[in-house]
Every structure is written in structure tokens, then in C-alpha cells.
């Protein structure tokens, strides 16, 4: 027997319909690349969304076609967000931190139909354009007033506000298939070409659902969230939805995500809930603590995208009273899987034990099953012991990459994440490394990840990386490359002997090399193969 409920479709502009109708003045701010400030409210939000769906139509956008966005976090990316998607074609934000030829490829790849952009990236458009072939216009995402007045596209540039004032904002969204296609995203490719994740409504909706949980990210009305980590990459963790569906004030940061400029933000708009990667909170404690600043509003922050270090949930918490929710998943993830929220009975551990329990990624929100398993497929017990292949499922979950023509990357119904981690009783698991960083010196696993997270913990290291570098006895011995905070003395005999203890003995490096910068890809992770490229003989050599 079936049950007697209604079936109404989860698609992405409801998102929008509901924000409009249940939380139509709360305000959405942002700082733009023109230099200014801009306000308005949900209401506004949704009738220019509308308006841009019409302009799309009258470009002759297609359902199911792609629209490419080139952006930074602002307000006339949220209206395409909706305009796009709610119109039944695809969203497909680009990354700017990618090479041209990268850039180049997805765009073709993805046969996107018109490409918008800010400003700030009429250079790249502009090299960009002259290698691909399938757009045939830009938009420069900006008013009349502000358009470049010289540029390599010609007639291919249109201005986004002319395209708003000649469109009205009456436009009813279509009633789309749930499992039709919403939003793209491609990985960052650090090895081969960039893979195509595309998202469906359902997926996004039923995401944006167990993200915006309280044991989740914890989102609601009452917040004002900042999301420091880019709309372009995995739509912004989601925040853009998750803001529309609770109703909470949005901020937006646009280019200027220093220290400075992301605290004057915060402070100015009373900003609760904000997120990002570690290097970027980097800048913003450096900027608190050099001019004695705290945080009059912001109590929680969301940290994803590479590992947290303890010593950034102490001082985010010890000094500035504001809680780490640190939180791991990736772009086949859509992108959220799990979230370091603390249970009941570890509320009273003692703070050592607590940042324990939070330096790792967390439990799996309700959605994501997950399980580790040995080289033979065999699952592995949680007991926060064993390590193993992490392998994940759930309705937002990739099932194959878009182009792939069947081609499922899938392990008998789990996707394999290409990380290690363990998993301890309550649930909470821990990356210990990716598949491809792991170093396996004389036929044992060693953590990289568990390596470098001590060594940050020392109070003159800013940033540890730890790679595997050729040995002539072991095979592979761990290699630490460190960069000190300026005018630290430190040397490579202190961060060894620092070392001495917190790890197995024959985990520690047998070298320190000090380094003035690491290099850092397009999502704000380390970009280890360029490390293991450059160091990598560094025992064979030295």
C-alpha cells in the first residue's frame, strides 16, 4: 500500500520562492568589485532572479544547457544561482585560480552556451576566449557605468544590468524533473584533466537539507553568515541554499579576503556564523591579534578543505570565544559529509581530549553512510584504530563524472574517496591521509597528516608539510618541510626534538627542510606533488 502524500518536486528555486515569501526583507549584503557596498533584501533577490531567467530565454539558453559563471561571492552571482538552475538550465561556476589551459578545457568540455564574469577577470576571459570555442558571449557581470572600454571580445560582451533593466521580473519557474540536471562543478585536477560533478535538484535541495542541521552547520534565521569559501568552488559549501531555506542575512566578501578586510566585514555586519579554509583564517587571527581586536557577534566558523590545526580551534576558541566546526567532503560530496559537532558526553572532557576529539573530520550527516575498508575490500571495525580506504554513499553523492559516458567510478556502490581514515566508536572519523600521500616506508603506513598536525602545534611553525621522499633503504621516509613565523630562530634540531614524543619514533622525519612559502591549488589546498617533484630525491641527493 502507497502512502497518501502530495508529490511536489525538489527543485532549487523553490530555495528562492520560499525565501521570498517567508523571509522577503532580510538583507543580503555585499561588498562588490567596483569597491562599494551593496545592500538589498530577499525580495529584491528573487524579482532580479526572474528578470535574469527572462534574459536567458531571450538568449536563446535551452533547458539543460550550460551557463558558466566566473565570480567572486556577491549578489549577482546568487541571482544566477537561481536564474540558471530555476530555469531548468545548468550552473556552471569556474574556477579563476585554475591555469588558462585548465579553464579552457572545462569550459569546452562542458559546451557552455555564455559565460558571466566579473570584472576582475576580464584578462582571463580575454585569454580564455581565444582558445575555446563553444561560448559565443560574455557577460560582464557589472552596470553600463562600469564596462571596460577596451577588451578582446567585440561583439561576444554584453553588460549584466542592461540584460536585467530589458527583461521583466514576471517569470514562473518551470515545474522541472527533480533528478534533471541544476549545477556542474569540476575538481581541481591536480593529476590529469578536471572531472565534471554535475548535480541534480533533488541532490541540492535534500544537501541543503542536512547541511543547514542543527548537528550540521547549524544555520538559521537568527544567523548572518559569511561564506569566505568561493561560490565557485562546490557552490560556496552550499551556504547560498542553506541562507535561502532557513532565511538567515547573507554577506558576501567579493575579492577582498585579507585579514583586514573580511574583520571590518564581520564587525560591520555583525556576522555569527562565517567559513573557509585554514589559510584564510590564517590572515584574519594574524590581523585580531595585531591590533588587540575580538569579535563582538561571530561565535561559530566553519573550517573545510584541508585538515584544522589544533593550535587555530585553541585560539579561535581560547582567545576569541568564537567555536571551530571543523567539517570535511569534497566536490563528488556536493560537498558536505561530515562534521566535527561534539556529543553530549564530550562536552565535559578535559580541553586536551576536546581538541582531540575536533581535529578530526567528524560524523557523517544524515544522508552520507560511510565505511573504511583493507586492500582486499574487507570493512574495517571503528575503533578509531584501524586505517583503511574511506568509501561513501548517499542521495548526493556522485555516481559517475559528467561526459563519462557510463564510466562509474564507484566500488559496488561506494564512491572511494581516495582518502585513508579511521573511524572511532561514536562515529567520528579521521583522515589520516590521501591515498596518493600516504608514505609507506619499509612496507608500514605512515601519516603524513598526523605528522604535520603536530608539528604546527609548535608556536613558531606556521605552515608543516609532509611528504614522502625516495630512500635508498626504506623505500619511502617522511621528509618535513616547514615555514617558520618571520623572525623565528627556530632550526631543524628544534622541530625534531619538538617532535620527540608526540609521534612513533620511527615516524620522525630523518630531515627538516625550511621553506619561504608552500604552494597552494586552486581550493586552497597544498599542493603536495609539486613538493614530492621538487623533494622527493632530497635522501638520495643530499
Known amino acids: 500500500m502507497q502512502g497518501l502524500m502530495m508529490q511536489q518536486p525538489l527543485l532549487v528555486a523553490s530555495l528562492l520562492t520560499h525565501a521570498e515569501r517567508h523571509h522577503g526583507g532580510q538583507e543580503i549584503v555585499s561588498r562588490r568589485v567596483e569597491g562599494d557596498i551593496h545592500r538589498y533584501s530577499y525580495r529584491d533577490?528573487?524579482?532580479?532572479?526572474?528578470?535574469?531567467?527572462?534574459?536567458?530565454?531571450?538568449?536563446?539558453?535551452?533547458?539543460?544547457?550550460?551557463v558558466g559563471t566566473l565570480a567572486w561571492n556577491g549578489y549577482r552571482h546568487m541571482e544566477l544561482y537561481f536564474a540558471v538552475s530555476g530555469s531548468g538550465a545548468v550552473l556552471h561556476t569556474l574556477n579563476p585560480r585554475l591555469h588558462v589551459d585548465q579553464l579552457a578545457y572545462i569550459i569546452e568540455h562542458a559546451q557552455d552556451r555564455i559565460v558571466f564574469f566579473d570584472l576582475t577577470f576580464l584578462p582571463l576571459i580575454e585569454s580564455v576566449a581565444s582558445r575555446v570555442k563553444s561560448p559565443k558571449i560574455f557577460v560582464a557581470m557589472t552596470d553600463r557605468a562600469h564596462m571596460p572600454t577596451t577588451h578582446g571580445l567585440s561583439s561576444m560582451l554584453m553588460c549584466y544590468e542592461d540584460l536585467i533593466d530589458?527583461?521583466?521580473d514576471v517569470f514562473e519557474w518551470p515545474l522541472l524533473d527533480e533528478n534533471s540536471a541544476s549545477s556542474l562543478c569540476y575538481t581541481s585536477g591536480t593529476t590529469g584533466n578536471p572531472k565534471g560533478v554535475l548535480y541534480s535538484h533533488r541532490s541540492t535541495v535534500l544537501h541543503t537539507y542536512a547541511a543547514a542541521l542543527p548537528d550540521s552547520l547549524n544555520?538559521?534565521?537568527?544567523?548572518?553568515?559569511?561564506?569566505?569559501?568561493?561560490?565557485?568552488?562546490?557552490?560556496?559549501?552550499?551556504?547560498?541554499?542553506?541562507?535561502?531555506?532557513?532565511g538567515a542575512k547573507l554577506v558576501f566578501p567579493g575579492p577582498a579576503l585579507d585579514g583586514k578586510s573580511l574583520y571590518e566585514l564581520i564587525e560591520a555586519e555583525q556576522v555569527t556564523l562565517s567559513a573557509?579554509?585554514?589559510?584564510?583564517?590564517?590572515?584574519?587571527?594574524?590581523?585580531?591579534?595585531?591590533?588587540?581586536?575580538?569579535?563582538?557577534?561571530?561565535?561559530?566558523t566553519i573550517v573545510g578543505g584541508a585538515a584544522c590545526p589544533t593550535a587555530m580551534t585553541a585560539a579561535f576558541r581560547e582567545s576569541h570565544r568564537v567555536e571551530v566546526l571543523h567539517a570535511w567532503g569534497?566536490?563528488?560530496?556536493?560537498?558536505?559529509?561530515?562534521?566535527?559537532?561534539?556529543?553530549?558526553?564530550?562536552?565535559?572532557?578535559?580541553?586536551s581530549e576536546r581538541?582531540?576529539?575536533?581535529?578530526?573530520?567528524?560524523?557523517?550527516?544524515?544522508?552520507?553512510?560511510?565505511?573504511?575498508?583493507?586492500?582486499?575490500?574487507?570493512?574495517?571495525?571503528?575503533?578509531g584504530i584501524a586505517a583503511g580506504d574511506l568509501l561513501v554513499r548517499g542521495p548526493w553523492v556522485a555516481r559517475e563524472y559528467f561526459g563519462s559516458e557510463g564510466q562509474s567510478p564507484l566500488r559496488d556502490g561506494w564512491f572511494p574517496t581516495g582518502d585513508i581514515a579511521r573511524i572511532d566508536a561514536d562515529g567520528f572519523m579521521q583522515?589520516?591521509?590521501?591515498?596518493?600521500?600516504?608514505?609507506?616506508?619499509?612496507?608500514?603506513?605512515?601519516?603524513?597528516?598526523?605528522?604535520?598536525?603536530?608539528?604546527?602545534?609548535?608556536?613558531?611553525?606556521?605552515?608543516?608539510?609532509?611528504?614522502?621522499?625516495?630512500?635508498?633503504?626504506?623505500?619511502?621516509?617522511?621528509?618535513?618541510?616547514?615555514?617558520?613565523?618571520?623572525?623565528?630562530g627556530l632550526d631543524a634540531n628544534g622541530v625534531l626534538a619538538f617532535l620527540d614524543g608526540r609521534i612513533a619514533r620511527w615516524w620522525k622525519p630523518d630531515a627538516v627542510v625550511f621553506v619561504d612559502t608552500v604552494p597552494i591549488g586552486a581550493t586552497g589546498k597544498v599542493l603536495k606533488n609539486q613538493l614530492r617533484d621538487q623533494f622527493g630525491d632530497y635522501y638520495l641527493t643530499a
Not at 533577490?45 to 550550460?66: C, K, P, S, T, Y
Not at 544567523?223 to 568561493?230: E, H
Not at 585554514?278 to 590581523?287: N, R
Open 45 to 66: 533577490l528573487a524579482q532580479r532572479a526572474r528578470g535574469m531567467a527572462n534574459a536567458l530565454a531571450a538568449l536563446g539558453i535551452e533547458q539543460g544547457e550550460r
Open 166 to 168: 530589458l527583461h521583466h
Open 219 to 246: 544555520c538559521s534565521a537568527r544567523d548572518a553568515i559569511l561564506p569566505v569559501v568561493p561560490m565557485f568552488h562546490v557552490n560556496a559549501w552550499g551556504l547560498p541554499y542553506i541562507a535561502c531555506m532557513v
Open 276 to 300: 573557509g579554509v585554514p589559510t584564510v583564517w590564517q590572515g584574519l587571527l594574524a590581523h585580531v591579534d595585531a591590533i588587540k581586536g575580538a569579535f563582538s557577534h561571530m561565535r561559530r
Open 330 to 351: 569534497m566536490t563528488e560530496l556536493s560537498p558536505v559529509g561530515t562534521v566535527c559537532s561534539l556529543k553530549a558526553h564530550q562536552l565535559s572532557l578535559p580541553v
Open 355 to 383: 581538541y582531540a576529539v575536533q581535529a578530526k573530520q567528524g560524523r557523517g550527516v544524515f544522508g552520507i553512510d560511510m565505511k573504511i575498508v583493507d586492500a582486499d575490500g574487507n570493512a574495517l571495525p571503528w575503533d
Open 431 to 488: 583522515i589520516t591521509d590521501r591515498s596518493k600521500d600516504v608514505i609507506k616506508s619499509g612496507g608500514e603506513w605512515i601519516s603524513s597528516t598526523d605528522i604535520e598536525n603536530v608539528a604546527c602545534l609548535h608556536p613558531d611553525v606556521t605552515t608543516a608539510v609532509c611528504i614522502a621522499a625516495r630512500h635508498a633503504k626504506w623505500d619511502e621516509r617522511p621528509l618535513l618541510l616547514i615555514v617558520k613565523k618571520p623572525g623565528s
